[in-house]
């Protein structure tokens, strides 16, 4: 398939970056993170404790090329990074195969920076990569509804299972979920319960978490203590491991509603703790907390108004 990049950024830039976004690449990063096939059922009483069992390393094959991805796009000039259209890099979206590279693309931005970058190089993260990575994710949000990459239908007709489909969807919103602006919180919200909404209509269930809808929209605590805890040992159906995630993605709602921001990302956007942060730090057992050799290196950079190129020890 020829591309066509409809973009002011500079030939060299772009044919860089054509080097580095493949479809492998995107398809392999899908298949990394959703090790399943998309064709079969899959057996839910041992999901959750594989997707969510600790082990968020990427294998080489796919960790390789996205951390050249995302040195390269690091070194990008920041005036050149807006201008670079990712959509330009996927078939159109209204081919077959755009809905599962469209999610490779969203992976590549969104979980690839978090499972690859350690220590000081996690200040990228808040830094370049999640405004990309929202900025992709705003794009497919404003497709057509026919066009959309993350619809039950689209996939269905490729023979798609709905377990599939389910953790396929999830990892579309969390862009938005890692956002700090109350509107795209709010769209979160939003998509979390168009999901909810179609997993009650697909398996004839209802999400047990409705009845303390309120409270999960409202607890700042939440999160911390969701994330420590895990999902409970009941979790064994599509529609249970569902609703658990769509419970994960809300109880991030409250802590924007609140702060405005989340206080364990003060550090690598070089912000002052508040009161209130500091009590939510103490009360939720230092969540988010970061070895403090690996913070006076961030807040050194901070202070000299430097960024250490990732991967520079």
Same mark, same amino acid.
């Given at each position: ?47 959750? $404790? ?91 949000? $404003? ?171």
């Amino acid at each position: 398939m020829q591309r066509t990049y409809v973009t002011q950024t500079d030939i060299a830039t772009m044919e860089k970056l054509t080097e580095l976004i493949t479809p492998s690449l995107l398809t392999g990063l899908v298949d990394a993170i959703i090790p399943y096939s998309p064709t079969d059922q899959i057996d839910f009483s041992t999901t959750p $404790s594989k997707l969510l069992g600790g082990d968020t390393r990427l294998p080489p094959s796919v960790g390789i090329p996205a951390w050249e991805f995302l040195v390269a796009l690091s070194k990008l000039d920041s005036s050149e990074i807006p201008k670079i259209n990712l959509l330009a890099f996927l078939p159109r979206p209204s081919e077959v195969d755009f809905p599962k590279q469209a999610l490779g693309m969203q992976l590549l931005l969104d979980q690839a920076p978090r499972r690859l970058c350690k220590g000081a190089d996690r200040r990228w993260i808040k830094g370049l990569f999640d405004g990309v990575s929202i900025a992709f994710a705003k794009s497919l949000d $404003s497709l057509p509804e026919g066009e959309s990459p993350y619809s039950w239908e689209r996939w269905e007709r490729t023979g798609t299972k709905f377990g599939y489909w389910v953790l396929a969807r999830t990892w579309f919103v969390t862009p938005f979920v890692h956002s700090e602006d109350f509107d795209l919180q709010k769209r979160a919200v939003e998509f979390t319960d168009q999901t909810r909404k179609k997993v009650e209509q697909i398996t004839g269930t209802m999400d047990p978490h409705r009845k303390k809808r309120d409270e999960i929209l409202s607890d700042f605590y939440a999160f911390p203590r969701v994330v420590r805890e895990g999902p409970a040992k009941d979790v064994t159906t599509v529609e249970g491991y569902a609703y658990w995630m769509c419970m994960v993605m809300d109880v991030h709602f409250p802590i924007i509603n609140r702060f405005k921001r989340y206080p364990y990302a003060n550090l690598w956007c070089g912000r002052q703790d508040t009161d209130e942060e500091l009590e939510w730090m103490e009360k939720t057992g230092g969540f988010g907390r970061v070895d403090e050799q690996v913070a006076e290196r961030v807040r050194k950079d901070i202070e000299m108004g430097v960024w250490t190129p990732l991967g520079l020890k």
